[in-house]
């Protein structure tokens, strides 16, 4: 079962439109289960998920962590995708400072 682990640092007043941009993963190769659990280093942040079409998760506040979100206790989050599904984590952060976002991501092959 393929796993991304992303640390990322997003900067004061920006946003980063997906977490996940450059993983091999990015894209569903095929039709599969996926299960996400997010967290942000501290308050403020706004996190929006997609899957293709669907919407996962409308914009939300992380839950405030200094780790990754254990596995498979904090993933709150899961969805199919069919083959070119681009999955999308993207993240608001209007604080004044930097805020270092932390995404697992389980993928399991459906048929």
């Not at 190769?29 to 409308?58: C, M, P």
Request: aromatic share 8%; charged share 15%; proline share 7%.
């Amino acid at each position: 079962m393929p796993v991304i682990l992303k640390e990322v640092s997003v900067g004061a007043g920006v946003s980063n439109p997906n977490l996940l941009t450059g993983s091999p993963y990015e894209l569903a190769r095929g039709n599969v289960f996926f299960s996400i659990g997010l967290s942000a280093a501290a308050t403020g942040t706004f996190a929006q998920i997609t899957s293709g079409a669907d919407l996962v998760a409308e914009e939300f506040a992380p839950p405030v962590l200094t780790r990754y979100p254990i596995i498979p206790d904090e993933m709150y989050f899961s969805d199919y995708a069919t083959l070119v599904d681009r999955l999308v984590i993207s993240v608001r952060n209007p604080t004044g400072g930097a805020v270092i976002h932390r995404a697992a991501v389980q993928i399991t092959g459906i048929g």
